[in-house]
Structures are given as structure tokens and as C-alpha cells.
């Protein structure tokens, strides 16, 4: 069992900046993913950003948030933190933090099913 525990969120202005926090604990690998997903009403899960931890944590974004976005982490076994910058209106969602196992390879290609444990969801809402 792994357990996921995230905050931040909350609302600002365009062009503000907002940090999540993921801590796992639990039965974790050694190397793990953890990516965030967001969705918004009427849309798709999406998702924008996944760490896999080895090697100081190797990262991949989605074109949508790419360079504003940072996800990171200080080392394999501590929380993680998705730093949003320069925030636009359709950013607003509840956004996820999931984890997957070192074997699950689609994961870096944020495929849902490949994470077998989500965290609860925070709301991100972006006004203009």
C-alpha cells in the first residue's frame, strides 16, 4: 500500500504561482513515478508532469504548462513539489498527484492506468 498526501492549491490571478506538495509513504519502490493529472469539468484527465525518481529524478511536462511548470524533488524518498508559474485561467482544475512503480513504463507517458495509487485532489482555479 502506498498512501499520497497533497497540499497547496487554492486560487490566484492570472500570471501568479501556486506550489502542490505530494508525500508518499508506504510500500514504495526504490525508483517510482510521481506525476500530477488535472482535470476540469467536461474535460479529460490530464496529465502534466511525472518525476521518476532515480538519478537525481528525471522529469517530462506536457507541452501545455512546459517551462512554466517545475516538478522536483529534493531526494528519491521526500515529497515532491509541482512549482506553477506564470498561471493562465485555463489552468484552473482539481489536479491529482499519482504514483507508479518502477516497472510501469507507461507511466512516463501519463497513461492513468499505470498509476496504481492516487492522492486526493486540490482545486487550482486561475481568474483573469
Known amino acids: 500500500q502506498v498512501q499520497l498526501v497533497v497540499s497547496g492549491g487554492g486560487s490566484v490571478q492570472t500570471g501568479g504561482s501556486l506550489r502542490l506538495s505530494c508525500t508518499a509513504s508506504g510500500d514504495l519502490d526504490d525508483k517510482y513515478y510521481i506525476a500530477w493529472f488535472r482535470q476540469s469539468p467536461g474535460k479529460e484527465l490530464e496529465g502534466v508532469a511525472v518525476?521518476?525518481?532515480?538519478?537525481?529524478?528525471?522529469?517530462q511536462y506536457a507541452g501545455s504548462v512546459e517551462g512554466r511548470f517545475t516538478i522536483s524533488q529534493r531526494n528519491a524518498k521526500a515529497t515532491k513539489y509541482l512549482n506553477m508559474n506564470y498561471l493562465k485561467p485555463e489552468d484552473t482544475a482539481m489536479y491529482y498527484c499519482?504514483?507508479?512503480?518502477?516497472?510501469?513504463?507507461?507511466?512516463?507517458?501519463?497513461?492513468?492506468?499505470?498509476?496504481?495509487?492516487w492522492g486526493q485532489g486540490t482545486q487550482v482555479t486561475v481568474s483573469s
Open positions: 499519482a504514483y507508479a512503480p518502477d516497472s510501469a513504463r507507461l507511466a512516463w507517458l501519463f497513461v492513468p492506468s499505470a498509476y496504481t495509487y
Open positions: 518525476i521518476y525518481t532515480a538519478d537525481g529524478g528525471v522529469t
